[in-house]
């Protein structure tokens, strides 16, 4: 927390919880999937689903699946936003278990066919949590610039991620692996203080065992 | 942030001989490890969008559930006709929270400050101090700087969210800090700054979080006011040379208190206090079937 967690964020009303941490999780779910969002299944839990009318949550997170930021006036109009780029957006109420109160699984598909499927909750003050990427378990709040990587589960496969940042001159914050199964598909999910350049993340993506990378630039977020 | 307590903001000052602001403006630079300018610049703009909210103020809008909205205008009709009883300052600072709680609930944007609900308070009462006495711009940033203070300050040893603490958390905050910025703007020192701040959350302690329905609007909305009138009168008790009996520091440990030991149905889960009334409760139906 610093001095302007404090005075500000600049945001668009009425919660910081249900509005503007509603808006950062559909930010970054967009980014994740990498692509435009053609089609959006909203499931709403617990508080975001008893209140999140009242709050806009439904059409913070729209929002920041078109990409805008927890200061975008257009954030009370993105459903008809959604409506004109193409967007098919669908709402349902949804029971996730023992989960945070403010919690959204969003199943994403993308322009040119990808798709996501992602469980987040607001924190409060503005701050996410994503908890499920792809049915696996994730942890991070999209403070970072976060690399996730989508590997066999083999050996030598975190140190070629390791290695290839390494080259890179980028350190790692944090780092967390999960898997379904012994020797099935995993998730490795990588913090880094500083900002993975393109052609490194292309390089990833085509190393044996590697079977997808997703990246989360704060750099993109700021412009 | 570096620092725990308002006192060692003042041991601070003391050690290195600056104003209370710049050692947060200080602080600042290297929490984020950013430049001076960069630091100031982005206090300014903070500043320059609660100008530009107030400003946006549309007095056509209600809410979604259309339980608020309008009253900044009805306020500021009345102030138009010179009836009111509280003084044009006051007057106009009740208008000000009133429209930008407002704002808030109509989806606008706006500045959370230190929440979104209790955003009103302290544009309410820095606007209105700086067109009454015509303050620099940089003299409100250097002001918003000694808020902010007190609101890291609070945060770290306490809590700024409704749901933690109920609402003397997010409004008592919101006035402790604007008291202590106005007591800056006003001339006051450290000494004041801090009892400016003491007396206006010692006044707010205990009100707890219970919005109709779960919704940022009813009490959200009026309870911008009192915290913006509580923050100018203890600013001026401050001014005054009165003191807060119990430290700055000590009432922020009361208030975190205070706000352990309320029940949960106080802490913004919408179960208690005015949510549970039978015009609260009435309301959230209605707004279920809708």
């Known amino acids: 927390m610093n001095l302007f967690d404090i005075i500000g964020p600049v945001m668009v009303g009425p919660s910081s919880s249900h509005t503007a941490g509603a808006v950062r999780i559909g930010y970054v779910a967009r980014l994740l999937l990498g692509e435009p969002v053609k089609k959006a299944d909203i499931c709403l839990h617990g508080s975001f689903q008893a209140t999140g009318r009242g709050h806009g949550t439904d059409r913070a997170l729209v929002a920041g699946l078109l990409g805008m930021q927890t200061d975008d006036e257009r954030i009370p109009v993105s459903l008809e936003a959604a409506e004109k780029e193409g967007m098919e957006v669908d709402f349902w109420a949804v029971e996730l278990g023992d989960v945070h109160p403010n919690s959204v699984k969003l199943l994403l598909t993308g322009t040119h066919g990808k798709r996501l499927e992602l469980v987040a909750a607001s924190l409060g003050g503005g701050r996410i949590r994503v908890c499920e990427l792809n049915g696996l378990t994730a942890n991070f709040g999209g403070e970072y610039p976060t690399l996730i990587v989508n590997n066999q589960d083999k050996p030598g496969i975190v140190n070629e991620v390791t290695a290839a940042l390494a080259q890179e001159d980028i350190n790692i914050a944090a780092m967390q692996l999960y898997r379904s199964k012994r020797g099935s598909s995993a998730v490795m999910i990588l913090e880094c203080d500083g900002e993975i350049p393109k052609e490194a993340l292309g390089r990833l993506g085509g190393l044996p065992g590697i079977l997808d990378v997703a990246y989360l630039s704060l750099k993109e977020a700021e412009e | ?290």
């Not at chain 2, 015009?279 to 279920?288: F, I, N």
């Open chain 2, 1 to 290: 942030m570096g620092f725990h307590s308002l006192e060692e903001i003042v041991a601070k000052t003391k050690e290195e001989n600056k104003p209370f602001w710049e050692v947060l403006l200080e602080d600042d630079m290297s929490d984020r490890m950013a430049a001076r300018e960069e630091s100031l610049e982005k206090m300014n703009h903070m500043y320059q969008m609660m100008k530009k909210a107030d400003g946006d103020y549309d007095p056509r809008l209600t809410s979604a559930s259309g339980l608020v909205g309008q009253d900044g205008e009805r306020m500021q009709e009345y102030l138009r006709n010179k009836r009111h009883m509280s003084g044009d300052f006051i007057g106009q600072v009740t208008a000000r929270a009133l429209k930008m709680g407002e704002s808030n609930a109509c989806m606008k944007r706006i500045v959370a400050a230190p929440t979104a609900g209790s955003c009103g308070v302290i544009p309410a009462v820095f606007l209105t101090y700086q067109d009454t006495y015509h303050s620099s711009d940089s003299e409100m940033v250097k002001a918003l700087y000694v808020a902010a203070g007190i609101g890291m300050v609070i945060a770290e040893r306490a809590f700024i969210a409704g749901a933690t603490g109920g609402c003397q958390a997010e409004i008592g905050s919101a006035s402790a800090m604007a008291a202590g910025g106005l007591a800056f703007l006003a001339g006051g020192k450290e000494e004041e700054i801090l009892h400016a701040a003491a007396m206006a959350l010692k006044n707010l302690l205990g009100l707890v979080c219970d919005p109709v329905a779960g919704l940022v609007e009813v009490p959200c909305v009026k309870r911008n006011v009192i915290g913006a009138v509580n923050a100018v009168t203890s600013a001026d008790m401050a001014m005054a040379g009165i003191k807060s009996k119990i430290p700055a520091d000590q009432v922020i440990d009361a208030m975190r208190s205070v706000g352990i030991t309320m029940p949960s149905a106080l802490k913004e889960t919408g179960e208690g206090g005015l949510a549970a009334t039978p015009a609260g409760t009435k309301a959230a139906e209605k707004l279920k079937k809708a």
